[in-house]
């Protein structure tokens, strides 16, 4: 299995603040990454697919990047709606999912 | 709109069976791969089975494979999870996701069905 890495754990920002968020792959896996958000008792919901793509009715304030091994979620003016957990995950192959990084306001 | 509302969740003993149903409108669900995705309490996500648009295929993970089965009803728009044999690892929330294919994201989830085993 492609196992993903994320990290920080948990990231604790002030609203406003542009953060980073890490996804890396035990293999490359070229661009088959996607980010989903996933609030507290609610079900995932994908946010960027294919590394960098956008989807339809996410805000810009989410973007990312990455090829191969190492990948990016960014947030630019981090607002309190965006209080979630963020989990990458990889379909090079059979999927599997990052352990998530939870995102908390100051 | 699309939606996904799965039904059939509970609480069971260890070695019972369950099935799970996942009902699917707002998109023609005869041209989806559909999936089943599990999250255990304060857990990560699992993808646990795979089946295609035309049932030709279908897909387990590891920990789940012989004892669960993934199938679906074009003609009812619904896909379902067959739980055999369950276990207290099995406890979990159950999502069901559909897929444009193999690599794709999931690009639509379901709101989950809770299944926790326990004697």
């Known amino acids: 299995d492609i196992v993903l890495t994320q990290s920080p754990t948990t990231l604790s920002v002030t609203p406003g603040e542009t953060v980073s968020l890490s996804c890396r792959a035990s293999?490359?896996?070229?661009?088959?990454l996607h980010w989903y958000q996933q609030k507290t008792n609610e079900s995932p919901r994908l946010l960027i697919k294919?590394?960098?793509q956008s989807i339809s009715g996410i805000p810009s304030r989410f973007s990312a990047s990455g090829s191969g091994t190492d990948f990016t979620l960014n947030i630019n003016n981090v607002e309190f709606d965006d209080v979630s957990s963020y989990f990458c995950?990889?379909?090079?192959?059979?999927?599997?999912f990052g352990a998530g990084t939870k995102l908390e306001l100051k | 709109e699309v939606q996904l509302v799965e039904s059939g969740g509970g609480l069971v003993k260890p070695g019972s069976s369950l099935k799970l149903s996942c009902v699917a409108s707002?998109?023609?669900?005869?041209?989806?791969?559909m999936h089943w995705i599990r999250q255990a309490p304060k857990k990560g996500l699992e993808w646990i089975a795979l089946?295609?648009?035309?049932?030709?295929?279908?897909y387990y993970a590891d920990s789940v494979k012989g004892r669960f089965t993934i199938s679906r009803d074009n003609s009812k728009n619904t896909l379902y999870l067959e739980m055999n044999s369950l276990r207290s690892e099995d406890t979990a929330m159950y999502y069901c996701?559909?897929?444009?294919?193999?690599?794709?994201?999931?690009?639509?989830w379901g709101q989950g069905v809770m299944v926790t085993v326990s004697s």
């Open positions: 995950q990889q379909t090079q192959s059979w999927p599997t």
């Open positions: 707002g998109f023609t669900f005869s041209s989806y791969g």
């Open positions: 089946i295609y648009y035309d049932s030709s295929n279908k």
């Open positions: 294919y590394a960098s």
């Open positions: 996701a559909k897929s444009r294919g193999m690599r794709a994201p999931f690009d639509y």
């Open positions: 293999h490359s896996i070229g661009t088959n």
